[in-house]
T-cell receptor, first 116, second 115 residues
Framework: AQKITQTQPGMFVQEKEAVTLDCTYD???????LFWYKQPSSGEMIFLIY??????QNATEGRYSLNFQKARKSANLVISASQLGDSAMYFC?????????????FGTGTRLTVIP | DSGVTQTPKHLITATGQRVTLRCSPR?????VYWYQQSLDQGLQFLIQ???????AKGNILERFSAQQFPDLHSELNLSSLELGDSALYFC??????????????FGSGTQLSVL
């Protein structure tokens, strides 16, 4: 069965510093997608970045990058030059290439606090 | 703004009651997903509809039901409500039936409080 694990309930980072949020996953499927979403205090879920299991290069989207280590089954999110507005919950999610089960499975999230 | 509209934003009701949550997907999106977010269960997938048909089912209780209408909006019906049903209910949409690289765009959620 598929599983997403985020072991850091909370993280603190100084403004303008970089921070890494950990995510490990477990699946026996060769084809899958990995996503990161941000949930600010206002509640909405905002898509940040996507990595496919067959992608050779790590995904990047502005200040966000995904450190994808397939053999270790990890998909860590790196946020560079943290800003106060980055304070939020961050969720790692996985999607499998299976008919009838092609929804997103989410981890438990990491609460990031950016300190001025 | 994701383009996904959920109404109402807040709902307060009593145990035993029935409520309907509504979702309008982004223009052009054919799939609608419903998720429940609670403190103890986290984000749980409930159900997916694609172009009016049920596509995938998750941890949805028998007291809950959903449908997607011809105009692609969706409703989630929750009946015989219990205190434990209090949660944030998200609707999300995507372009097609769910390829691995397909992003889900989420609405702002409906906060349900059962008293």
């Amino acid at each position: 069965a598929q599983k997403i694990t985020q072991t850091q309930p909370g993280m603190f980072v100084q403004e303008k510093e970089a921070v890494t949020l950990d995510c490990t996953y477990d699946t026996s499927d060769p084809s899958y997608g990995l996503f990161w979403y941000k949930q600010p205090s206002s509640g909405e879920m905002i898509f940040l970045i996507y990595q496919g299991s067959y992608d050779q290069q790590n995904a990047t989207e502005g200040r966000y990058s995904l450190n994808f280590q397939k053999a270790r089954k990890s998909a860590n999110l790196v946020i560079s030059a943290s800003q106060l507005g980055d304070s939020a919950m961050y969720f790692c999610a996985m999607r499998l290439d299976q008919t009838g089960a092609n929804n997103l499975f989410f981890g438990t999230g990491t609460r990031l606090t950016v300190i001025p | 703004d994701s383009g996904v509209t959920q109404t109402p934003k807040h709902l307060i009701t009593a145990t035993g009651q029935r409520v309907t949550l509504r979702c309008s997907p982004r223009s052009g999106d054919l799939s609608v997903y419903w998720y429940q977010q609670s403190l103890d269960q986290g984000l749980q997938f409930l159900i997916q509809y694609y172009n009016g048909e049920e596509r995938a089912k998750g941890n949805i209780l028998e007291r809950f039901s959903a449908q997607q209408f011809p105009d692609l909006h969706s409703e989630l019906n929750l009946s015989s409500l219990e205190l434990g049903d209090s949660a944030l209910y998200f609707c999300a949409s995507s372009v097609s039936s769910g390829a691995t690289n397909e992003k889900l765009f989420f609405g702002s959620g409906t906060q349900l409080s059962v008293l």
